[in-house]
């Protein structure tokens, strides 16, 4: 979204409020700290997502929204990172250009922006999403998560204690 006032590309949402045809959103410009406002109004066509048991809903971005908040509850994220994350998600969403949508890969688009955010609410969201049906599953996420932490900065949040993944392991028995 273009700053009317510098041009710039980055700005961060501050305020965010639905309409009866849509969201209003109070913008700030990241360059230069300008504030403006963005309507962003549903497109003619309507998503809708396939769950698991083949059941159709309508892509609800409140739904999605509720998850990912759940998920980064507490974790110290910066003010308007989440709303970023969803907005990408539901961009790249419409951009399919699809009618329809599994859920499973809107999980996909939501843990791959998390991953790279924070790994504390990438665990969260992926044990409550994919439910890891097998613990396989579980130990694959956080043994990806420990190979991506060799190249990430020293100031990266830290892992989920392996500890806390073994006794979660035990748990469900092998
Ligand atoms: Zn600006």
């Known amino acids: 979204m273009k700053c009317p006032y510098c041009g710039g590309l980055e700005s ?18 990241s360059a230069c700290g300008a504030r403006f406002t963005t309507y ?3 497109q003619s066509h309507n998503i809708f997502v396939v769950k698991k048991d083949g059941r159709r809903e309508e892509f609800n971005r409140d ?9 980064c509850e507490k974790r110290p994220l910066p003010t308007g990172t989440i709303d970023k994350l969803i ?3 539901e961009a790249e ?5 699809k009618a329809e949508i599994p859920s499973s ?3 996909d688009l939501v843990m791959q922006r998390l991953e790279k955010l924070d790994h504390i609410a990438y665990i969260r969201f992926a044990s409550v999403y994919r439910e890891f ?5 579980l130990k694959q996420a956080v043994d990806n ?6 190249v990430t900065p020293a100031n990266q949040l830290p892992l989920l204690p392996s500890e806390a993944v073994n006794s979660l392991v035990g748990q469900r028995g092998r």
């Open 12 to 29: 961060r949402v501050i305020d965010s409020r639905s309409l009866d045809d849509g969201v209003r959103r109070r913008r700030s410009c």
């Open 40 to 42: 962003e109004r549903v």
């Open 63 to 71: 739904k999605l929204s509720a998850g990912i908040r759940k998920a």
């Open 87 to 89: 907005d990408g998600v």
């Open 93 to 97: 969403l419409y951009h399919l250009g």
């Open 105 to 107: 890969l809107i999980g």
């Open 133 to 137: 049906a097998d613990i396989g599953a």
């Open 145 to 150: 998560l420990a190979v991506g932490a060799e």
